[in-house]
């Protein structure tokens, strides 16, 4: 199991190379990924090419819902930042669930 340091990190990298994309151009979405081996959410903003406001929390049913959802735990987060994981494959086999809106999954299709 990872620390939630070494999440917080992973997942400030991998938000803000999304939002530092081409296609993510003008997107500004709240993000959040909940870290089912560690109970925490960490969530944020992706938005003018960066990660914003990045901060974990105790899992919670009463914390409202962000645009782009990932639930996934902590070494599947390592596994995919390090590149050790495909997102295509983790999400195929149920390792990583991506939960957003219509028009925000087919924007993240060109971006993951």
Do not use: Y
């Amino acid at each position: 199991m990872a620390t939630l340091e070494q999440c917080m990190t992973a997942l400030e990298g991998f938000v803000s190379t999304l939002a530092a994309k081409p296609a993510a151009q003008g997107l500004d979405r709240t993000v959040s990924c909940r870290l089912t081996d560690l109970e925490q959410v960490v969530r944020g903003r992706l938005a003018n090419g960066h990660a914003h406001d990045m901060e974990a929390v105790p899992d919670s049913p009463d914390l409202p819902k962000a645009d782009i959802r990932l639930t996934m735990t902590s070494e599947d987060l390592l596994d995919l930042t390090d590149g050790d994981l495909t997102f295509a494959s983790a999400w195929a086999t149920g390792r990583v669930k991506l939960e957003a809106g219509l028009r925000d999954m087919l924007r993240l299709r060109s971006l993951l």
